[in-house]
Structures are given as structure tokens and as C-alpha cells.
């Protein structure tokens, strides 16, 4: 019998940024209160959880050799509670939604954590490439594609969709006054689980018995540090000038500037989701639905133009249409991924619908954190918004792109 998978709840860390508040902290050991503070809410035994699907992007270091499991582990939970790392770039933890969704759509399990995790401060960004760079690629694959970095096809698309430096800048500014704004009306505060950064280079997780939530597995560890509980990536000093005098970031003569390229940072996010009985069994109350995903997969130079085809086979299966989308998450990998998509996808008179709370120039981009955090701020507006859905979108490296339909409750 098939089930609706139904979103529990949905929560994310504060973003750190780079070399800052969440740099004390070890991915493995900040996805683990992430985790703890997912179960915590809700009152639920971690046992519970049959698997946690976890995204990560740079498997290496302390995100190595299955950082999922690793956070389960940390975090105290049983060692019954199963999990495996995904790694579909950019697009990992809106993988992991729909690898958890489908597993219960498909009745093999009950009860899934959608996760991801990205410290890019301790585990940089391409360190998982080795010596050779981008030229440790298969030559096959060159000899057929020419793979660049995400920057260059970031200038690409702006050249190629007519997007002036000027409007990449005024995107970028106005995603900043979003974020601050949501900041100061506490429109995060429903997704934040306050992260302990201890006193020391790693800490263990935050207790579920200091949380006031069960313990289930290993005896949980008390907070022994300073709670972190605010975005601090937005820039209240940011200005339209500021933003005009950076240089160009990709190339000599370009339109992209570290201010219309999402920031590296640190985060982790988890979603909760279960079955229609299973939730009804242990007295959840379900927040909403996932009701359909869409892929793409487009050519590997432009890399991030695929988000309005992935929106579209997510629409078409769900049979809606982008008027019945109140509310619009595209992550914010540069301003010309979200001014392009704006323009495909017939949105351009709809700008205030599409990240109305900021994204990942303004909050941050951490990997593969960033598709379960999109989709805990999307459950969040809609429920401020009262809406009933909301669609969020991922363009990632080499060429694809994911994109998940919700419904609110």
C-alpha cells in the first residue's frame, strides 16, 4: 500500500561562515545535534528512525566514510538506526528527501531523517579532488565535454541570458535586505536547532535530556558551551557601491563578483519524514507533504541553467501549475542561476514569491545541507503565508538540476 510521505517537521543549524562561530565545530559532531535537535522537538525516540539518508558533498576528513552514520552515532541514537551519504552535489540532502520519500511511497520503510551537512570552513570545497584538479578527470570525458568550474558557467549564463553586472548586483543586494529582514521579524526562528560550539575544537552533541527529549542508544552529553542561534552570513553593511566595487570573481573582463556568488559556509539541516500510519501510530503531527520531484539533466558547460526543466517535471507529475506555487525556493548559487530560472520559467513579474526570505548569496550555501534547508524555510513561509503549496529547486554541478512540489497542512 502506498503512503503520502509526510513531512514532520524540518530544522537547520544557524550558518556559520567560513573560518567563523560553527568552524569550532566538527561536521560529523554539528550534523549530530542537528539530528538530536530534529528528535527532540517532536518527543520521539531516536530508535524510531529506521534510516537517515544524509547529504554531504565533500567526503573526505571528518566528512568521510559515511558522515551520516557517523552522526548518528555521535549523537547518542541506537545503533540500529541505519543511514548512507548521498552525494548529488549541490543537489544532495533534495536527494535524500527523495530517496526517503520514495522509500515510503513505496512502503519499504516508515520513518526516515532527510539530512545534509557541509563544513566548508574544515573541509574545503574540492579538497576531495586530489592533486591533479579538474585534470584528474577521464580523458573520455574531456575529449566529449569541456568541464569548468561552477563560476565560469555562472558567467556563461549571465552573457547568454543578457544579464548586466548591474542587475546581478541589484539581485544580490536585495537578497541581503531580505535576509536581514527575515532575521529581524524571527522568521527563522521555527527552523533554527541552536548549535552548542563548546569551548574546543569539536564538541559532542547537544543532550536530548537537556533538550527535555527522550535518550535513546548512548547517554546524551550535556551543553558545555555557548549556544549559537543567528544566521550571521547576511551583510547589514552591504551596499549597491559596495557591490559595484568588487572585482570580477571568475573571469578578468566578467559579470560575477564574490557578491553575486553564494558564500561558503557551515550548516546542517535534517527533515523528518514518515508514513501516514507510522505518524499516526507514534501521534505525530505532520507539517505537510512532499507531492513530487522532478530531475533534469542539461549540458555540463552551462552546468546551471536546468532549474525550470526540473520544476516543470515536478509540476507536470503533481499536476499543478506554477500559479499554484505560493511560495518559489531557488537556491541562490549565483544571481544568474536565479535571474535566468526567473525569465524560463515566466516568473519575472513574481520576484517577491522567489526566496522571499533571502537564499545562498545573502544566508549561505552549505552543499549539502542546502536542499534540506531550502525546504525547512519553504514549510516555514508557508505556514506564515498560510498557502497551501510551494516548489523548491536546485541547479548542480555538472549539469543537472532537482526540484521538489510540497504541500502544507
Known sequence: ???HPLIVDAVRSPIGKRGGTLSSVRADELAAQVLDGLVSRQGLDPGAVQDVQMGCVTQIGEQALNVGRMAVLIAGWPETVCAATIDRQCGSSMQACLNAASAIQAGHLELVVAAGVESMSRVPMGSNLGSEGFAGFSSRLLDAWEIVPQGISAEVIAEEWDLSREQLDAYSLESHRRALDAI???????????IDVGDGPGVAALGREAAGGPV????????????????????ADTSAEKLAALPPAFKPDGRITAGSSSQIVDGAAAVLIASEQRATELGLEPRGRFVSFGLAGVDPYRMLHGNPQAC???????GLRWDDMSVIEVNEAFASVVLQFARDAGLEERMGDVNPNGGGISLGHPLGATGARITATLLNELERRAARYGIASMCIGQGQAIAAVIERF
Do not use: K, Q
Not at 535513546?216 to 551583510?235: H, N, S, Y
Not at 516543470?312 to 503533481?318: M, Q, S, T, W
Open 1 to 3: 500500500m502506498t503512503s
Open 184 to 194: 529581524a521579524a524571527g522568521r527563522f526562528e521555527e527552523e533554527f536547532v541552536p
Open 216 to 235: 535513546g542508544g548512548a547517554t546524551a552529553v550535556e551543553p558545555r558551551g555557548t549556544l549559537f542561534a543567528v544566521d550571521e552570513t547576511p551583510r
Open 312 to 318: 516543470e517535471r515536478a509540476l507536470a507529475r503533481a
